[in-house]
């Protein structure tokens, strides 16, 4: 059985670190957030070479990276500071959100993986949030390029 851990467990630490201590404590794969790695929390400002690099680190440390969550986290600041909600009733809001999942597939699909799936999964949001709001978790299994489903 393999198990993997998600990297914001870490995220004060660099990547290289991350993968460290995920490796160190026995887990073999690594879920990312992209918010942990990408500039200014833009998964979409990642460059082929960076994702490279954060391929070859986690493979370097014995670890696959399983997927990318939390895509549309710690975006506040993105899209006019509106952020991305999938799960908001503004037409133009979800729209812009459900966009900007499809460019973290591409982005990650662009840095060498390939998306297994998607998944979209809501959440009741934590008490003092407005009545009838979810949060909403993204996931994307990924494989690197050229590797059997």
């Known amino acids: 059985m393999k198990f993997a851990?998600?990297?914001?467990?870490?995220?004060d630490r660099p990547f290289v670190e991350q993968c460290a201590?995920?490796?160190?404590?026995?887990?073999?794969?690594?879920?990312?957030?992209?918010?942990?790695?990408?500039?200014?929390?833009?998964?979409?400002?990642?460059?082929?070479?960076e994702g490279e690099q954060h391929l070859k680190i986690a493979r370097d440390h014995g670890?696959?990276?399983?997927?990318?969550?939390?895509l549309l986290a710690k975006t506040e600041g993105l899209n006019g500071g509106r952020g991305?909600?999938?799960?908001?009733?503004d037409d133009a809001l979800r729209a812009a959100a459900a966009e900007r999942a499809a460019e973290a597939q591409a982005a990650a699909e662009a840095e060498g993986a390939e998306a297994r799936?998607?998944?979209?999964?809501?959440?009741?949001?934590?008490?003092?949030?407005?009545?009838?709001?979810?949060?909403?978790?993204?996931?994307?299994a990924l494989r690197p390029r050229g590797e059997a489903p």
């Open 5 to 11: 851990l998600c990297n914001e467990t870490f995220q």
């Open 21 to 49: 201590a995920t490796a160190e404590l026995g887990y073999t794969g690594l879920e990312v957030a992209p918010f942990t790695i990408a500039p200014e929390f833009d998964a979409t400002r990642l460059s082929l070479a």
């Open 63 to 70: 670890l696959e990276i399983i997927g990318l969550h939390w």
């Open 84 to 89: 991305f909600h999938l799960t908001s009733p």
């Open 117 to 140: 799936g998607a998944a979209v999964g809501e959440e009741a949001a934590p008490g003092g949030e407005e009545a009838g709001r979810r949060e909403v978790t993204c996931r994307l």
